[in-house]
Each structure stands twice: as structure tokens, then as C-alpha cells.
């Protein structure tokens, strides 16, 4: 996967992150994009509204990056 130093984690928008509020699971590529799928169940103090808002921005991401989703909800992820 392609890592993510300090400074350009930084200069990422909020809209590129799944959770922005906690720059948590940063969405710039097809491999971060996958890495916040596998990762999401063990983002802590979310509220669900939140976790359906970082699916949302999970979805755009993967479409725009070809990143095939099986699932169609967060809920359905395995922890």
C-alpha cells in the first residue's frame, strides 16, 4: 500500500478522509480506499449516523478508484 507520510496526511481535504471529523481512514487511492473498508469496524467514538456518512464517502471513493464493494452497508462488514 502506498503510505501516507505526516505532511501529506495534512494537505489531504476532509472530504478525503471516511471519518474527517477524526482524519481517520484517508480515501486518496484504491489501496487506502480498501485499507478503510478492512479498518472501519475499528474506528471508535462514531456515532452509526457518522459510520453511514463514511460509507457514503467510502462508496464515491472506490467508484472513482475501481474499487469493487461486496457489500452495500457498513453493517454488513465483518468485525
Sequence with gaps: MSE????QRDRL????Y?????RKEPLN?????RNAVARFNQVE???DSERDEAWKRIKKAA????VELSEKSWRELKD
Design 45 to 47: 467514538g462514531v456515532s
Design 13 to 16: 481535504d476532509d472530504d478525503q
Design 18 to 22: 471516511a471519518f474527517p471529523k477524526e
Design 4 to 7: 501516507l507520510n505526516e505532511k
Design 29 to 33: 487511492d484504491a489501496d487506502h480506499v
Design 63 to 66: 467508484k472513482k478508484h475501481d
